[in-house]
């Protein structure tokens, strides 16, 4: 009996350990089949890097990848989506894998056929390019350009980066056609880029959103309660163990808590009647939880694609084939 009873205890001192260990580890969270490449579904092609110079922060250049999926028809106008921090989300073996949710998703006709873009912060020349090692706060124009409360971000993507995209690939001009995401610096930028161009941008997808006072980001739910409705979707994510407004010396600043802030950001678009989605793990700051849940705010964002209804309509009713598989006798 006694030995049993050490035996117990040891089993549940191991337990305890080993969950506080996990607690707010990100290493609990695994990327699920649909952000894994999958056998059958067809696979498109990655372009670039190709650079674009910028007038609005001059001296400065964006690099950005092109994903054109199998299922690409240049006869028909398609969807767009952006992501910010581009290296992050484009990498085969990172936390997100955004080519193979858009294949898996898109194969089984549960987002729109989509052209993705993955950009980069801008630097100037003489400057490294952001890797998973450095994103570029330290050693690029990441911050200034990311964290801003005005337009000029927005204008990159709008006045520098479309034209380029509309020049070589038939997309949709429509607003809710269009959507921009991101992660930390970059999905505060992301939502700045709808809030400052609705007319452009209505779809925003945020992980661990930097909503904080790095320059004014926590202003935001007060900014959404004083304007007018804006007509844009928001899916949100972060954890509750993000970076939590602890300063230096063990004082606690409530602007620089991330968990609080993408809440109060909730609880802003909520009142104003937002279409608004949102989720909170155990996670901390980085793209690991929201990785595991991008296929579904994907999903959510673009749930009113245009579906048919037609009993007969087998196309409809079948897996969304490459264009070159659809077109064969």
């Not at 092109?66 to 299922?71: E, F, K, L, S, W």
């Not at 020049?167 to 610096?185: M, R, T």
């Not at 009647?273 to 964002?301: A, C, F, Q, T």
Request: proline share 6%.
């Amino acid at each position: 009996m006694r030995m049993f009873s050490l035996f117990l205890v040891a089993t549940l001192l191991a337990s305890a350990t080993a969950f506080a260990q996990r607690e707010g580890n990100d290493d609990f969270f695994q990327l699920g089949p649909d952000s894994l490449r999958q056998e059958g579904v067809p696979h498109g092609e990655v372009t670039g890097p190709h650079v674009i110079p910028s007038q609005v922060f001059e001296g400065t250049q964006h690099t950005y990848w092109v994903y054109v999926p199998a299922q690409y028809d240049a006869s028909q106008p398609c969807s767009l989506m952006i992501f910010n921090d581009g290296h992050a989300f484009l990498d085969p073996e990172g936390s997100a894998r955004a080519t193979n949710v858009i294949d898996n998703l898109m194969f089984r006709r549960e987002i729109p056929v989509m052209i993705t873009v993955f950009i980069n912060p801008g630097r100037r020349p003489d400057q490294p390019e952001p890797s998973a090692r450095e994103w570029g706060d330290r050693t690029t124009n990441r911050g200034t350009e990311y964290n801003e409360l005005n337009d000029r971000y927005a204008r990159v993507i709008i006045d520098e980066l479309m034209p380029e995209l509309y020049a070589k690939y038939n997309l949709s001009k429509e607003a809710q056609d269009h959507g921009i995401g991101g992660c930390s610096s970059g999905a505060i930028a992301a939502f700045t880029v709808a809030w400052q161009r609705p007319d452009q941008f209505t779809k925003v997808l945020s992980t661990v959103g930097s909503f904080t006072n790095i320059r004014g980001g926590h202003a935001y739910p007060d900014i959404i309660r004083a304007s007018d409705k804006k007509p844009i979707r928001v899916f949100l994510q972060d954890g509750r163990n993000d970076n939590r407004g602890r300063r230096r010396g063990g004082a606690y600043d409530e602007t620089w808590d991330w968990f609080l802030q993408n809440v109060r950001m909730v609880e802003a678009l909520t009142e104003k009647g937002y279409d608004v989605n949102y989720s909170w793990s155990i996670g901390r700051h980085g793209l690991k939880p929201g990785g595991v849940i991008l296929p579904e705010m994907m999903r959510w964002l673009w749930r009113d694609h245009p579906v048919s209804t037609d009993v007969n309509d087998q196309v409809e009713r079948s897996f969304n084939e490459s264009t070159a598989q659809a077109s064969a006798p």
